[in-house]
């Protein structure tokens, strides 16, 4: 991986940037915020993160205004996370890549740990979840101000994978995270880490097999053109932080602070009804773009995956079996 360069990062941020803020809202305000994220502008992230631009220019009567960069237009997800220090943007939407600067989140990412939505919700009110965002704030110096409920994650590919022998050996885009790489290495797929937007070019061209991801990426991405098969997997359950810049967040007026604040919970509200509503239309969505969905056998891969805690993250132990009981 490359970091950006201030002068690079600024030259996609004005390209990007251009139809975001009217010169007027551009002038009148006091601070420009710079909300980037991976999601393309059909996602509910996105609109997610418009309302939040919205709501914060109207709680501050135009004195804070956000720009929002979707598709990776400011760089991939860890180059934001890295850019956003260094002043180059302020807000995301990330979890698991922020495990290099608090290892516990990477417990979120762990295959068939969590059971349902409702188990997820309840992690994400624990003190166990607060204990992790305090890791966050302490060592990233990035603030989570909300999060957004993520749908299972499933395996898609160009052929059925009914069962674990035939994902022996098959080329999986992950995120480059550790805990991904561990448990489908467990499993017996070829785990490749690969940054988002490069996921769709390596599919067509068969540099991998597959990718797996929750179905609104899936469909957002329009993964159905170079990919032919749904695998119900739901290997991760999840949430996903909205984070901003603490130092930058630390440096606006109180006021624009708490507008801030107030956006961000009211933004996760609007994402959360948005979120439900698609959920329940995505599956039919795949299906009409001529997506086959499998009933993958998955007692397998659940025994697979049963030692990669304790044998590859044994700092995990306890936060894993905190999460199972509850």
């Known amino acids: 991986m490359f970091p950006l360069t201030r002068r690079q990062f600024g030259g996609l941020a004005g390209a990007a940037a251009a139809t975001t803020l009217l010169p007027h809202q551009r002038a009148r305000a ?23 631009a919205r709501l914060v220019e109207e709680k501050t009567n135009g004195e804070v205004v956000c720009e929002v960069y979707p598709n990776s237009s400011l760089g991939t997800e860890r180059e934001t996370l890295e850019g956003i220090p260094l002043g180059l943007a302020d807000l995301t939407i990330t979890s698991d890549s922020m ?54 994650r499933y395996l898609t590919s160009k052929r059925p994978i009914n069962t674990i022998d035939d994902v022996q050996g098959f080329k999986l885009r992950v995120p480059n995270v550790p805990m991904f790489i561990d448990d489908w290495s467990a499993i017996g797929a070829n785990p490749t880490p690969m940054a988002f937007a490069e996921v769709f070019g390596a599919m067509q061209q068969g540099v991998i097999d597959g990718q797996e991801n929750p179905f609104a990426l899936i469909d957002s991405a329009k993964f159905y053109e170079v990919q032919d098969y749904v695998n119900l997997t739901a290997h991760v359950r999840q949430a996903i932080y909205v984070v901003i810049g603490d130092d930058r967040l630390q440096a606006m007026r109180p006021e624009h602070q708490d507008a801030v604040m107030e956006a961000a919970a009211e933004m996760q509200a609007y994402e959360r009804d948005l979120f439900w509503a698609k959920e329940t239309e995505l599956e039919e969505v795949l299906k009409g773009h001529g997506m086959e969905f499998i009933e993958t056998e998955l007692g397998p891969f659940v025994e697979a995956v049963q030692n990669v805690i304790p044998e590859k993250h044994p700092e995990l132990v306890e936060a894993v079996e905190a999460i199972q009981a509850m």
């Open 30 to 52: 006091e601070e420009v915020l710079r909300f980037s994220h991976i999601a393309n502008e059909d996602n509910t992230w996105h609109l997610g993160a418009l309302e939040f």
């Open 99 to 152: 495990a290099q600067w608090a290892p516990s989140i990477l417990a979120m990412s762990h295959c068939f740990l969590f059971r349902d939505s409702d188990h997820v919700l309840r992690f994400m009110e624990s003190e166990l979840a607060d204990q992790i965002k305090q890791e966050v704030i302490s060592q990233a110096r990035l603030r989570p101000i909300g999060y957004f409920l993520r749908g299972p």
